[in-house]
């Protein structure tokens, strides 16, 4: 995969804080630890998961337990979304 397209300066430190970011994405893998887990990235939930893979090189799973929250947290950012849809009518 083609890595996302970042300033040189943004690319460096993306580099410093996931060293091996760029060969691994080209290389479909994920990032080495500690960041990431190293093993081949094959398959992506969805096309957002797949651009946060071309931008941080973190696999499926790696981006699951990264940003994994609980389900009360879902719940309650579940609420919070349905009550700004009705505040302002753009149900559908």
């Known amino acids: 995969m083609k890595p996302a397209d970042k300033t040189a300066?943004?690319?460096a430190g993306l580099e410093k804080m996931a060293p091996g970011r760029m060969a691994a994405i080209k290389g479909d893998?994920?990032?080495p630890?500690?960041?990431g887990c190293g093993k081949p990235a094959k398959s992506f939930r969805d096309m957002l998961s797949l651009k946060e893979f071309s931008i941080s090189g973190l696999c499926q799973e790696c981006?699951?337990?990264i940003f994994a929250c609980d389900e009360e947290?879902?719940?309650e950012f579940d609420?919070?979304?349905d009550e700004y849809l009705d505040k302002h009518n753009l149900r559908g």
């Open 29 to 31: 893998c994920c990032v």
């Open 73 to 75: 947290e879902t719940d």
């Open 79 to 81: 609420d919070r979304i």
């Open 9 to 11: 300066a943004v690319n």
């Open 63 to 65: 981006q699951d337990s």
């Open 33 to 35: 630890a500690p960041m």
